[in-house]
């Protein structure tokens, strides 16, 4: 699944041992990920995904007119889950990692440039139908 903001972007499902990269795409007003050496095509990945990255993740934590009011943050960890937020309301970013901590921060927040794997797809539909349940939730940031 990828974000609403995504939808005229070329596409393909995340697989097992993917190398993704977080990418501002260009003629969009999100982030997410493709994959190394796939710079135009967003990888988009099912809810119960999970990921590890190379470093501690880092993220935008506001939005603001300057590129220098930005304030980068750093999660403590390097594995998270993706999901899906908000799925009830169009038009606002649905993408979201959960870490360990119960923490949530939203795809489209992620500092560009950090590099992850794909360590499994969800079990099976039922986790994914279990996600989509989870989709009011507080989000970091």
């Known amino acids: 699944m990828c974000d609403y903001s995504l939808h005229h972007v070329a596409s393909r499902p995340a697989k097992v041992g993917d190398q993704l990269v977080t990418t501002q795409f260009?003629?969009?007003?999100?982030?997410?990920?493709?994959?190394?050496?796939?710079p135009n095509l967003a990888v988009c990945l099912l809810p119960g995904t999970e990921v590890a990255f190379e470093k501690e993740i880092e993220f935008e934590r506001g939005f603001g007119l300057f590129s220098s009011w930005r304030r980068e943050k750093r999660i403590g960890d390097k594995v998270a889950r993706f999901r899906q937020l908000n799925v009830d309301k169009p038009n606002v970013h649905h993408d979201a990692l959960e870490f360990p901590n119960g923490d949530i921060v939203l795809v489209t927040r992620l500092s560009e440039g950090q590099h992850a794997t794909v360590l499994q797809l969800p079990a099976s539909p039922h986790s994914v139908n279990r996600e989509v349940e989870l989709k009011h939730a507080a989000v970091v940031g």
């Open 26 to 38: 260009s003629n969009s007003i999100t982030r997410g990920f493709t994959a190394v050496g796939e």
